[in-house]
């Protein structure tokens, strides 16, 4: 499968790309994770891009390209691939498609994944990783019991360092002003899929299922 995954932050892309990757195989490329190992690992990239993303801006479009033309140059020809977080804006989705007409891969999906703005400020601002299990949490919509189970195994609930509600804010922003009319010129080239993304993770991944398949 050649699927990219696009809707606003907190929209539950990474989430749906684990259960995509999970049963079908194909690996996925997030611009968010590789971004966010660099800044960890304190590389070249990472030292430039800290601040930019933990503000919520956008880093460049360069920056971003190269990633994903390492990223595919390292998948097999056979297996697809589910992009997350890239393409962002306009610049970034007219360079994708030279990239994969240039490796002859051309895209099956381009599913938007929908959800309201007031629901996407309390999915952000509410996200913790329990630094023991790497499970993602959320401190509004968690079982109390999932909570307390991460805090007894000696583990602590981590919040991203663009999780904060200025940098959710500008996130939001930056999705309305640069991906919003990207997602505008894929639907007009009618290729562009929508899914209802309310609901429980299981609920918006059979939409998806029954989108794709
Ligand atoms: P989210 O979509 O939840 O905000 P991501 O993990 O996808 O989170 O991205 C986190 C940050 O990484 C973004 O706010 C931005 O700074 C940077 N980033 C990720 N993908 C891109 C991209 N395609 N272009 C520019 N910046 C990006």
Request: hydrophobic letters at 35%.
């Amino acid at each position: 499968m050649k699927i990219i995954l696009l809707g606003a932050p907190g929209s539950g892309k990474g989430t749906q790309a684990e259960n995509l990757m999970r049963d079908y195989g194909c690996p996925q490329i997030s611009t968010g994770v590789l971004l966010r190992k660099a800044v960890a690992e304190k590389t070249e990239i990472g030292k430039k891009v800290e601040e930019i993303m933990a503000r919520g801006d956008l880093v460049s479009d360069e920056i971003v390209l190269d990633l994903i033309q390492k990223s595919l140059e390292q998948i097999d020809d056979q297996i697809g691939f589910l992009l997350d977080g890239y393409p962002r804006n306009i610049n970034q989705a007219k360079s994708l498609n030279l990239v994969l007409e240039s490796i002859d891969r051309p895209l099956e999906h381009t599913v938007l994944i929908d959800v309201d703005a007031e629901i996407l400020i309390k999915r952000l601002s509410g996200r913790r990783t329990c630094s023991s299990t790497g499970k993602t949490l959320n401190i509004y919509f968690s079982p109390k019991k999932e909570i307390d189970d991460c805090i007894a195994s000696g583990g602590k609930l981590i919040q991203r360092d663009d999780d904060n509600i200025e940098s959710i804010s500008k996130r939001i922003e930056v999705y309305g002003e640069q991906t919003e009319p990207m997602i505008e010129f894929y639907r007009e080239s009618g290729i562009l899929q929508v899914v209802n993304g309310e609901g429980s993770i299981e609920e918006v991944y059979k939409r998806l299922l029954s989108k794709i398949n």
